[in-house]
């Protein structure tokens, strides 16, 4: 390697250095993101709501119409038509939901995978919990 290549390689760790540094100290200053009083509202909020269950429910219930049905429903008459585009607005509105469920995760477990950055065997933990998951079939 050349001097300049040492060097720019040199640089480029200390940035790449100072970027994780960045990342860990804004992780450490964030407060709790939920409380377990919303955790537990969440939950409840999930298993009874109607605004989830029951579009759910609707989007489902065109997966049990054949594409031909589906279209001659349409042609049929505007109240099929119209029922058909519910069900188009009920798959929306619960895909919503899922993402925001999504989203919530995804920031669970990007928070736990900067917190395990702190562990010395962290792959090694990581490899041990995912095998001890997978027999147990999903749960620590």
Same mark, same amino acid.
Do not use: W
């Given at each position: ?13 200390? +940035? ?11 992780? *450490?200053?964030?407060?709790? =993101? ?6 537990? *509202? ?7 709501? !109607? ?11 065109? =997966? ?13 008459? +505007? ?26 995760? !995804? ?20 490899? !041990? ?12």
């Amino acid at each position: 390697m050349t001097t300049k290549t040492t060097r720019s390689t040199k640089t480029i760790a200390k +940035r790449e250095a100072s970027r994780l540094d960045k990342i860990f100290a804004d992780f *450490e200053a964030q407060p709790a =993101l939920m409380s377990t009083e919303q955790i537990d *509202e969440f939950e409840r909020t999930e298993r009874s709501l !109607e605004f989830v269950i029951r579009p759910r429910r609707a989007a489902l219930f065109s =997966l049990t119409m054949s594409g031909k049905e589906m279209s001659e429903r349409v042609q049929k008459s +505007r109240d099929d038509a119209g029922f058909v585009s519910c069900l188009m607005h009920a798959s929306d509105i619960y895909i919503d939901h899922l993402r925001r469920s999504l989203d919530l995760m !995804e920031t669970a477990k990007t928070r736990c995978q900067i917190a395990l950055c702190n562990a010395e065997d962290m792959q090694a933990l990581i490899d !041990e919990t995912a095998a001890k998951m997978s027999e147990e079939g999903g749960a620590a």
